[in-house]
C-alpha cells in the first residue's frame, strides 16, 4: 500500500550532485510505500535515468522550449490532474517553478524546497528574487549544508521556523572500502583525485600552483587526476584551457590527467591516496561524502561546512586556506609525511562518519519525519 504520492522537481538527471541526490531520494522513497514522480524540463537519459526506470519510477520529462513559462503551465497542469500529497523540489530555478506552479493550481499541497548550492554561488538579482518568493510561499526549506543554511537564514529571516538541514546520502556499503596501508610498503608517487567540474570556484589554479611549489621546495611530485566533465559549457573549456596552459608553461603537464566524465568513480577512489578539494565555496560536495563512504582521506579547502565533514586534528584529513597555494601544498606535505598509523585510523574514522551521518537509513529517515509532518498538517 502506497504511503502517497510525491512529486520531486528537478531541471535535469543528467549528472551532477543535485541529479544524484534526487535520484537517492526518489529511490528510498520508493522504497519506503511512496510512489514517486520525476518532473524535468532537459531531455535526455543517462544513468541515474536508467535507474530509476528500473525501479519503476516515473519520469516526466518537458521540453524547455522558447518560453520558459510553458515548464510552469506543464508542471501545473500535472499537479492538476493528479493527487500529489506534497512536492519536493532541488536547486534554485525549479523551486521557483514548483511553488509558481502549485500555487497557479489553487491545489492544498505541501511544497518543500531544496537549496543545494552555497548562497555565494548565485547572488544574480532573479536569483535573490526567485529566492524571495519561493521562500515566502514554500511550506519547509530544506538544506544539505549547516552553514548555508545559517547564511540564509540571516539574509532571509522569516524562514527560520521552516528549515532543516539534511546532509547528502551516499550507500556507503556499496562503495570499496579502502584497505589499510601494509607498513612494510615503500612510499611510492602520492595519488590525488580531484572530483567537479572545472570551473573558476573550483579553485584548479590553486592545486595547480601547489603542484609547483612542492616540486620546488619539498621535491614531490604527486600526480593529479581530475574527474569530471571538460566540456559542460564554454565556462568549462575555457578555465580547463587557462589550467592547462599554466601546467605546460610549469613543465607540470605530466602530473595532471584531466579525466573527463567517468562511471568508474569508486574504482578511482579506491586506487587514490587523497581526494583534494579546493574550492572556495560549496554547498555539500557529493566529492567529499563519497571520499568518506570510500575511506578515503581528504585534503579541503576551509569553508563552509567542510570543517565537520574533516574534523580537526587530522580526524579524516586536513584542511587548509583556499586562496594560498603554499597552504595547500603545506597539507599535501605534511600529508604524505604522515606515519601509516595515522593514515589507516583516518580511512578507519572517514568510514565510520559516512555510516553514521550520510547513510540512506538517517536520509530517508530525516525526509520521512518532515513529509508525515507537513502532509497531517495539511489534511488536518
Same mark, same amino acid.
Given at each position: 500500500?502506497?504511503?502517497?504520492?510525491?512529486?520531486?522537481?528537478?531541471?535535469?538527471?543528467?549528472?551532477?550532485?543535485?541529479?544524484?541526490?534526487?535520484?537517492?531520494?526518489?529511490?528510498?522513497?520508493?522504497?519506503?510505500?511512496?510512489?514517486?514522480?520525476?518532473?524535468?524540463?532537459?531531455?535526455?537519459?543517462?544513468?541515474?535515468?536508467?535507474?530509476?526506470?528500473?525501479?519503476?519510477?516515473?519520469?516526466?520529462?518537458?521540453?524547455?522550449?522558447?518560453?520558459?513559462?510553458?515548464?510552469?503551465?506543464?508542471?501545473?497542469?500535472?499537479?492538476? +490532474?493528479?493527487?500529489?500529497?506534497?512536492? /519536493? &523540489?532541488?536547486?534554485?530555478?525549479?523551486?521557483?517553478?514548483?511553488? *509558481? =506552479?502549485?500555487? $497557479?493550481?489553487?491545489?492544498?499541497?505541501?511544497?518543500?524546497?531544496?537549496?543545494?548550492?552555497?548562497?555565494?554561488?548565485?547572488?544574480?538579482?532573479?536569483?535573490?528574487?526567485?529566492?524571495?518568493?519561493?521562500?515566502?510561499?514554500?511550506?519547509?526549506?530544506?538544506?544539505?549544508?549547516?552553514?548555508?543554511?545559517?547564511?540564509?537564514?540571516?539574509?532571509?529571516?522569516?524562514?527560520?521556523?521552516?528549515?532543516?538541514?539534511?546532509?547528502?546520502?551516499?550507500?556507503?556499503?556499496?562503495?570499496?572500502?579502502?584497505?589499510?596501508?601494509?607498513?612494510?610498503?615503500?612510499? +611510492?608517487?602520492?595519488?590525488?583525485?580531484? /572530483? &567537479?567540474?572545472?570551473?573558476?570556484?573550483?579553485?584548479?589554479?590553486? *592545486? =595547480?600552483?601547489? $603542484?609547483?611549489?612542492?616540486?620546488?621546495?619539498?621535491?614531490?611530485?604527486?600526480?593529479?587526476?581530475?574527474?569530471?566533465?571538460?566540456?559542460?559549457?564554454?565556462?568549462?573549456?575555457?578555465?580547463?584551457?587557462?589550467?592547462?596552459?599554466?601546467?605546460?608553461?610549469?613543465?607540470?603537464?605530466?602530473?595532471?590527467?584531466?579525466?573527463?566524465?567517468?562511471?568508474?568513480?569508486?574504482?578511482?577512489?579506491?586506487?587514490?591516496?587523497?581526494?583534494?578539494?579546493?574550492?572556495?565555496?560549496?554547498?555539500?560536495?557529493?566529492?567529499?561524502?563519497?571520499?568518506?563512504?570510500?575511506?578515503?582521506?581528504?585534503?579541503?579547502?576551509?569553508?563552509?561546512?567542510?570543517?565537520?565533514?574533516?574534523?580537526?586534528?587530522?580526524?579524516?584529513?586536513?584542511?587548509?586556506?583556499?586562496?594560498?597555494?603554499?597552504?595547500?601544498?603545506?597539507?599535501?606535505?605534511?600529508?604524505?609525511?604522515?606515519?601509516?598509523?595515522?593514515?589507516?585510523?583516518?580511512?578507519?574514522?572517514?568510514?565510520?562518519?559516512?555510516?553514521?551521518?550520510?547513510?540512506?537509513?538517517?536520509?530517508?529517515?530525516?525526509?520521512?519525519?518532515?513529509?508525515?509532518?507537513?502532509?497531517?498538517?495539511?489534511?488536518?
Amino acid at each position: 500500500m502506497s504511503h502517497g504520492h510525491i512529486l520531486l522537481v528537478i531541471d535535469h538527471l543528467r549528472g551532477g550532485g543535485a541529479a544524484s541526490q534526487m535520484m537517492i531520494l526518489a529511490r528510498t522513497l520508493n522504497a519506503n510505500g511512496y510512489r514517486i514522480t520525476i518532473f524535468t524540463y532537459h531531455l535526455g537519459s543517462g544513468p541515474h535515468y536508467d535507474l530509476l526506470c528500473k525501479d519503476g519510477i516515473e519520469v516526466i520529462q518537458c521540453a524547455k522550449g522558447r518560453f520558459k513559462f510553458g515548464i510552469v503551465l506543464a508542471l501545473m497542469r500535472l499537479i492538476n +490532474k493528479t493527487n500529489y500529497c506534497c512536492i /519536493i &523540489s532541488y536547486l534554485t530555478t525549479p523551486n521557483f517553478y514548483a511553488v *509558481l =506552479a502549485k500555487i $497557479l493550481s489553487k491545489k492544498n499541497i505541501p511544497v518543500l524546497v531544496s537549496e543545494r548550492a552555497a548562497i555565494e554561488a548565485n547572488v544574480s538579482l532573479q536569483a535573490r528574487l526567485f529566492r524571495a518568493v519561493y521562500f515566502r510561499l514554500c511550506k519547509f526549506v530544506l538544506f544539505n549544508s549547516h552553514d548555508n543554511r545559517k547564511n540564509t537564514e540571516k539574509l532571509y529571516p522569516f524562514i527560520k521556523n521552516k528549515t532543516q538541514t539534511i546532509y547528502n546520502a551516499i550507500d556507503h556499503l556499496s562503495f570499496k572500502i579502502h584497505e589499510q596501508f601494509d607498513e612494510t610498503d615503500e612510499r +611510492k608517487i602520492l595519488n590525488i583525485l580531484v /572530483i &567537479s567540474t572545472p570551473r573558476p570556484a573550483k579553485n584548479a589554479l590553486c *592545486l =595547480a600552483e601547489a $603542484l609547483r611549489e612542492l616540486r620546488d621546495k619539498n621535491k614531490i611530485m604527486p600526480v593529479v587526476q581530475w574527474l569530471g566533465p571538460i566540456d559542460l559549457d564554454d565556462e568549462s573549456v575555457r578555465y580547463v584551457d587557462e589550467i592547462t596552459a599554466y601546467l605546460t608553461e610549469q613543465s607540470l603537464l605530466d602530473q595532471w590527467d584531466w579525466l573527463g566524465y567517468r562511471d568508474d568513480v569508486k574504482s578511482l577512489l579506491a586506487q587514490s591516496d587523497v581526494l583534494v578539494h579546493p574550492s572556495y565555496f560549496e554547498g555539500l560536495p557529493n566529492a567529499i561524502c563519497e571520499a568518506l563512504a570510500s575511506g578515503l582521506p581528504i585534503i579541503a579547502s576551509d569553508v563552509c561546512d567542510h570543517p565537520r565533514l574533516i574534523g580537526n586534528n587530522q580526524d579524516r584529513g586536513m584542511l587548509f586556506d583556499p586562496y594560498d597555494f603554499k597552504s595547500l601544498a603545506c597539507s599535501i606535505n605534511e600529508f604524505n609525511q604522515l606515519p601509516v598509523k595515522t593514515l589507516n585510523l583516518m580511512r578507519k574514522n572517514a568510514l565510520e562518519y559516512a555510516g553514521t551521518y550520510l547513510s540512506l537509513e538517517k536520509f530517508s529517515k530525516d525526509y520521512m519525519n518532515i513529509i508525515l509532518k507537513l502532509t497531517n498538517t495539511s489534511n488536518s
